[in-house]
């Protein structure tokens, strides 16, 4: 399978996202080793086509032009976490939901835990929003740091 990664700049800083021709695999804020930089995002190649669908489409999100996301996935991960991921990508654009709020809508309501353990391994951050789940309490839950900041005032503002 033929996966190349793209490097875009954006408002939270650099992105790197990798492809196959089947959908975008991951969206991280550090190169993925291993994986070729496409030499651009022209030509017929199916990966190409995923990257430069998936830098238009956070272009009109980070512009505010977009709420949702159409590139196809090609993310693999444990039945439970891509269950949790499918949720999700559920919720609404501005909103925010619990970690018991995802596990309830899983049906695994004593797996909150486990939920948080998935929604941290979710490896397309923005596209599948992990940043719009919070503690019970309000809090950021697990997320540390700049990011930790940029996404309390992202939710604070309901920017995403």
Known sequence: MNLLQWKMSS???DLYMVASEKGLQSL??????GIPLAPSLTGKDGAVKILKQTETELTEYFKGQRQDFDVPL????????????RQLKKIPYGKTVSYTDIARRIKKE?????????????PICIIV????????GGGLGGYSGAWAGILGAWNAKKLC
């Open 28 to 33: 991280y804020w550090e190169k993925t080793t």
């Open 129 to 136: 929003p992990c940043h719009r789940v919070i503690a019970a």
């Open 74 to 85: 090609d993310v693999v991960g444990t039945e439970f976490q891509e269950s949790v991921w």
């Open 11 to 13: 408002p939270l800083g």
């Open 110 to 122: 004593k797996a909150v835990r486990a939920v948080g353990t998935a929604n941290g391994k979710n």
